[in-house]
């Protein structure tokens, strides 16, 4: 067939070398990102104007805690350095973001939790791509597919119980009867 690699019709072949440096700072930033959507999950589970949503929020933040370390000990595994100063960054950043106006004078605004349920959704979109990205290489760094597989499940899960903490979020930041008002008043 003319090409240049005679062995790349063999399925059998072994996988091209992954750069150890890239894949560190892949899984580094994830890692970063992680402590960023857990540092805003943690301090959410405390609010106590969410009322019933605080203890999913809580429940959520133990679970990407695991993964976390998951992803900190398939990092050990690899034998990847990761730097600190990331996750430090990270969470730095998070507590730069809260201080965003929200357009009330004093308390939250009931479109605040709207807001950080869509970042953490979108955090988790990122986080299961990279479990994604992780399996699709599970064979070169000699990963365990199936438990990628589970985390990329529990993402989904995870996502999908966000969506409707979202939508009900969304209701009641929508809701006049609730004591929204428009930036028009």
């Not at 070398?17 to 580094?28: C, K, Q, S, W």
């Not at 805003?40 to 405390?46: C, F, T």
């Not at 990628?148 to 966000?162: G, P």
Request: proline residues 4%.
């Amino acid at each position: 067939m003319g090409t240049d690699h005679p062995d790349t019709d063999h399925p059998d072949i072994d996988h091209p070398e992954i750069d150890r440096t890239l894949l560190a700072t892949y899984v580094e930033d994830h890692v970063a990102g992680a402590t960023a959507v857990i540092s805003r999950l943690e301090r959410l589970s405390r609010v106590e104007e969410i009322g019933d949503m605080r203890e999913p929020l809580g429940r959520l933040a133990a679970e990407l805690r695991e993964e976390r370390a998951t992803h900190m000990a398939t990092a050990r595994d690899l034998e990847l350095s990761l730097s600190r100063l990331k996750r430090v960054g990270a969470v730095l950043g998070e507590h730069v973001a809260r201080l965003k106006p929200n357009g009330r004078v004093g308390g939250r605004s009931p479109m605040s939790l709207v807001l950080e349920l869509e970042i953490i959704r979108s955090g988790l979109e990122g986080k299961r791509m990279g479990w994604v990205t992780l399996r699709e290489h599970a064979d070169a760094l000699e990963l365990d597919v199936a438990r990628l597989e589970h985390f990329i499940t529990r993402s989904r899960d995870q996502a999908d119980r966000v969506e409707h903490l979202a939508a009900r979020a969304r209701e009641r930041a929508f809701a006049p009867h609730l004591g929204t008002t428009s930036a028009d008043d």
